[in-house]
């Protein structure tokens, strides 16, 4: 089974920047959508973030729209999170996922890295 493996996490104070990255165990594997989300405290629902398609499409959850870009390295099979202005309540673990095509659920996971925000 593919890993994905988070790293990037951290504390900031708000407004400033953090990136996280994503990197498959298998640099081969194709993913045909790569992406994060995010889990505020245990028990909380893993909220979608953003993600990007093996072509180059986009989403974004509306909480991070105009703060936060995703972006990917196809030939790499990594995925990146620019996360700029952040705020308090982007305080989550974060999650890298993946997707084998465009049928499936999201059923590849990292394990999450912890991104802290503080006032």
């Known amino acids: 089974q593919v890993q994905l493996v988070e790293s990037g996490g951290g504390s900031v104070q708000a407004g400033g920047s953090l990136r996280l990255s994503c990197a498959a165990s298998e640099r081969d594997f194709t993913f045909y959508n790569m992406g994060w989300f995010r889990q505020a405290a245990p028990g909380k629902e893993r909220l979608f973030v953003a993600s990007m398609t093996w072509g180059g499409d986009t989403l974004y959850g509306d909480a991070v729209k105009g703060r936060f870009v995703v972006s990917r390295d196809n030939a790499k099979s990594t995925v990146s999170l620019q996360m700029d202005s952040l705020r308090p309540e982007d305080t989550a673990v974060y999650y890298c996922?993946?997707?084998?095509?465009?049928?499936?659920?999201?059923?590849?996971w990292g394990r999450g890295t912890q991104v802290t925000v503080s006032s």
């Open positions: 996922a993946g997707t084998k095509s465009i049928t499936d659920p999201w059923n590849y």
